[in-house]
């Protein structure tokens, strides 16, 4: 109350929505130095080490691998307003709104893309941490369980496979998509068959060398399932039900060329 008089704004934002309960309780100096502060505003310290002082499981949170940068250099009032706010944990705007501000470039949409359902409808959190995490990117949890909790067809397909894409098998999800959006299909980094290519190098000298099949040439998903198969090498069905969808089997000059498949 005393010092209302003079931070009129300060008391305005404080009767937000969600108000900061020191400030709401009238504890100013839980925060602020009354008399003088190296600090700006007036704080006792530096800002996260003032939050950490109620916020004290937070600060052992944050010890992670991967650290947002606002909190790696302490400065929690880029994304908080210390004395109250219109959204929940005193954010300053709605999450998506809030992430544009640095990542603008990434949030921006691309004309004629496709684009992940949450990053569409901005739930940024429902992939990332704001604060900090062992994973990379400071996802939530580890890439394939968390791409696994939406895409659980997926999972299980690759379960019941005898056949694996070492992608699936790993986790490494974005080694083919992009998690946000992307011009191709199914968020791909890049149409088949150049995308395969990049990690089938060996495939792609033999094409480069020799005569190309032409489904091939137009996309290896003609032949292969991109995630898991009963087949390997990730085919779609066996090799004989495979080359019958193109040629004629009981052709004489295919049969003799083939070695009787």
Known sequence: ALCAPCHAEAARKGAAKVPHPPFEEGQCVA???PHGSDSPAMLKGRTDQVCYECHTDAQ???QALHVHRPVQIGDCVACHSPHGAAQPA???KPPAA???DCHGALVKEVAGGTTHPPFASGDCLTCHNPHASNEAAILVEPQGRLCGECHGDVVDQAAKAKSRHV???TGACTTCHNPHQGLSARLLLAPSPDLCLSCHADVKEAMQQGTVHPPAARDCLR???PHGASVPPLLTQTPRELCGGCHNLKDAT???A???I
């Open 98 to 100: 809030l992430c544009a």
């Open 167 to 169: 992608p699936v098998a």
């Open 90 to 92: 005193l954010l300053k």
């Open 223 to 225: 032949c292969h399932a």
């Open 258 to 260: 083939h070695l009787g």
């Open 31 to 33: 925060c602020h130095n």
């Open 254 to 256: 295919f049969s003799r």
């Open 60 to 62: 052992a949170d944050f």
